[in-house]
């Protein structure tokens, strides 16, 4: 059973992350636990991310649509260390084909918000026009 009042805190001990990212490699079910909307507040949205990190990839990939929704706000207390954690914790190749599955949602949404965050990390890894079948989109971005 997982302790799910002190995973929302909002900050955890790095013991705490370690055990949370053990128990969720074994559980599989980080996806359930980690979703953006269970989260009391944005500072409290850390916790999924450094569990995510602590559990590294392949195992973190199963919470990377939850992760790409916290790029939804560059102003949200935990943007940049979200964007670090996806750029050293996932493929490039990976990062890329999220920007753009990614990129669709934020346009349907009308979230170009979204889509200037999307755009901030794009430009870290340094995607191409030609690497992206929706790189027009950033066109709507806010900033």
Request: with cysteine; aromatic share 14%; proline share 3%.
């Amino acid at each position: 059973m997982i302790e799910k009042d002190n995973l929302y805190n909002p900050i955890l001990t790095e013991k705490e992350i370690e055990y949370y990212s053990a128990l969720f490699m074994d559980s599989g079910d980080a996806k359930d636990y980690l979703k953006f909307e269970l989260f009391r507040t944005k500072f409290a949205m850390v916790n999924a991310i450094r569990i995510s990190m602590c559990m590294g990839y392949p195992a973190n990939y199963e919470m990377s649509d939850t992760l790409f929704e916290g790029l939804q706000d560059a102003n949200w207390p935990f943007f940049g260390e979200l964007v670090e954690m996806l750029i050293s914790s996932y493929p490039r190749n990976i990062l890329v084909n999220a920007i753009d599955a990614t990129l669709i949602k934020a346009d349907n949404d009308e979230d170009y918000m979204w889509i200037s965050g999307l755009y901030i990390l794009g430009n870290r890894i340094q995607v191409k026009v030609d690497e992206l079948k929706n790189y027009r989109l950033f066109d709507k971005r806010d900033f």
